[in-house]
Nanobody, 118 residues
Framework: QVQLVESGGGLVQAGGSLRLSCAAS????????MGWHRQAPGKQRELVAG???????NYADSVKGRSTISRDNAKNTVYLQMNSLKPEDTAVYYC????????????WGQGTQVTVPS
């Protein structure tokens, strides 16, 4: 059974940085496209960043240039480095995995809260 556990969220002032981690168990992440999504109160969940099995990345326009997704297959962990945080980055951040390089994320973590006060 695939399990994803996020960590690294918290309260950070505008302009600050955070690194989110997603530790996987029950599988090896090297065979999955991995993604970070977020959901703010009253809004739909959105894809923030994704990384394919060969390391290609994509970002939402809202975080492009401020965030970096990476994967360490040896540690079975995916990261999201977020810099220059803004109040609009406040959301619950979810890690997800899609088999192969499909775009339908099948496995989800429980989420970690990121709060950037205005």
């Amino acid at each position: 059974q695939v399990q994803l556990v996020e960590s690294g969220g918290g309260l950070v002032q505008a302009g600050g940085s955070l690194r989110l981690s997603c530790a996987a168990s029950g599988t090896i992440i090297s065979i999955y496209r991995m993604g970070w999504h977020r959901q703010a109160p009253g809004k739909q969940r959105e894809l923030v960043a994704g990384i394919t099995t060969n390391g290609s990345t994509n970002y939402a326009d809202s975080v492009k240039g401020r965030s970096t997704i990476s994967r360490d297959n040896a540690k079975n962990t995916v990261y999201l480095q977020m810099n220059s945080l803004k109040p609009e980055d406040t959301a619950v951040y979810y890690c997800a995995a899609a088999p192969g390089d499909r775009r339908d994320y099948r496995f989800w973590g429980q989420g970690t809260q990121v709060t950037v006060p205005s």
